[in-house]
């Protein structure tokens, strides 16, 4: 059964193409520093926002027409299944991630959830064996059932953290059947809504008791996948515990858990905790810790996680200047973490946003990588700190300074010069790289 009958193949027609249905800029055979677009950009669609979500919000019902929607439990997880690796081969995205409880729906209790899941895991199975789509990475909700309504590894009561591991449990093996390339740890309840009622320093030291667990049961079954944790402040908690890469890189050296996991970086969660998406992949780059991404972007008019498909020129090309910077994302990539708007409901729209997304990193792709050739910020950058390449600069560096030689120094220097940063200027560089496509 064909669930996108009136859609073939998605094709790249150029840059002058009229056709809302062709890539324009996404040519995934296109060689860009010595590797296919393919290659470099590693596309994965996201189950939950394509096939599950319903286009409900807090002030309505779900509006989304989907082919599959007639069906119910395990016949629609099935359906599901059969309409994924369609919209998969169709657009030509070669990974695809998922939740547990994305592909197959829970029972009465673990022992029915895991059969129902089992069945769907071995569908899933039968379609990889005969499609090049992978599995890019899976993980565990643990945030929709009210048995998380104080957390899942923080959990206040002993019985949800048991319950947690379980399903985690269940995820590595899923991930070593299905060769996930890797495993997200996504705490979507691991924090707080008040201080008055938690206890901070168990729920983290049990948080990394937790994943101290994951990593051993990993190497017990013989799963190599990488593992990342994904950083997420705001919502739903007041408070979350992995609220920005820089404190997520603070949690995992203080529990000794940094050689065992990677970042995956999204960018609305990145604006929601006040920062650019370019600043927290940096942040990881420059600590060896960037792993993988989830692409999309936030409405700054919203003070919510609004998903929408990455289309921001900018923010695709710094993200892809880091990612270049960081020599590609191994065995990550760019995830569409991405739903269509609620207003745009056929299921055609599925591959229009994909295609919008798709384009928009193909575009940030070309453009990071001839800034890179061209040595543009480099050049700039080298020479700002140039006053740290000799005399009391260079004692700074190579440690040889002390406060005695600095006052002395400092004495002796009776005119500080400074030299402009340039800023405006190079924001019209990159204006002229972005519009010589």
């Given at each position: ?7 073939s193949?998605?094709?790249f ?18 060689v ?43 016949d629609?997880?099935?359906a ?13 995205a ?56 104080h957390?899942a590894a ?6 949800v ?51 101290h ?25 007041t ?29 609305n ?6 920062h ?8 990881a ?5 960037l ?83 061209d040595?543009?910020?480099?050049e ?47 924001k019209?560089?990159?204006?002229q ?5």
């Amino acid at each position: 059964m064909s669930y996108f009958e009136n859609i073939s193949k998605i094709q790249f027609e150029g840059a002058q193409s009229k056709n809302p249905f062709a890539f324009k800029h996404y040519n995934p055979e296109e060689v860009i520093g010595g590797k296919s677009m393919e290659e470099q950009l590693r596309f994965s669609i996201a189950y939950w926002h394509t096939f599950t979500a319903d286009g409900s919000d807090p002030f309505g019902a779900g509006t989304m027409q989907r082919p599959w929607n007639s069906y119910s439990h395990m016949d629609l997880a099935k359906a599901r299944v059969e309409a994924s690796f369609e919209l998969y081969e169709k657009l030509g995205a070669p990974y695809f991630a998922f939740h547990d409880r994305d592909i197959a729906p829970e029972g009465s209790n673990l022992k029915e959830t895991n059969e129902n899941l089992d069945v769907i895991v071995s569908m899933i199975q039968d379609y990889m064996k005969t499609s090049n789509v992978k599995l890019l990475w899976n993980t565990a909700n643990m945030f929709t059932n009210p048995r998380f309504v104080h957390g899942a590894a923080t959990s206040s009561n002993a019985d949800v953290f048991a319950y947690a591991a379980a399903q985690v449990k269940k995820g590595l093996e899923t991930a070593k059947l299905l060769g996930a390339e890797n495993y997200v740890f996504w705490g979507g309840r691991e924090g707080y809504d008040t201080l008055l009622n938690t206890d901070l320093k168990l729920e983290l030291d049990n948080l990394a008791r937790f994943l101290h667990l994951a990593v051993d049961y990993a190497k017990e079954i013989g799963y190599d996948g990488q593992f990342l944790i994904e950083p997420k402040p705001k919502e739903p908690t007041t408070h979350q515990y992995d609220t920005d890469a820089a404190t997520t890189l603070s949690f995992l050296r203080q529990y000794g858990l940094d050689d065992h996991f990677k970042l995956n970086l999204e960018a609305n969660h990145a604006t929601l905790a006040g920062h650019t998406f370019e600043h927290e992949l940096r942040t990881a780059r420059i600590n060896g810790m960037l792993g993988s991404v989830d692409a999309n972007q936030g409405d700054p008019l919203l003070g919510w996680d609004t998903d929408e498909f990455p289309t921001d020129l900018y923010s695709t090309t710094l993200a892809m200047y880091e990612i270049l910077q960081n020599g590609g994302l191994g065995k990550g990539g760019l995830n569409f973490d991405a739903k269509v708007r609620r207003a745009s409901f056929e299921a055609d729209d599925l591959f229009l946003s994909h295609i919008a997304g798709m384009d928009a990193f193909a575009i940030g792709l070309k453009t990071a990588h001839r800034l890179i050739e061209d040595r543009v910020f480099e050049e700039m950058i080298s020479e700002r700190y140039s006053s740290y390449t000799k005399g009391i600069g260079l004692d700074i560096v190579e440690g040889r300074a002390n406060f005695h030689s600095l006052e002395k120094h400092a004495l002796e220097n009776s005119q500080i010069q400074n030299r402009s940063g340039r800023q405006e200027n190079l924001k019209a560089v990159l204006n002229q790289y972005l519009l010589n496509q």
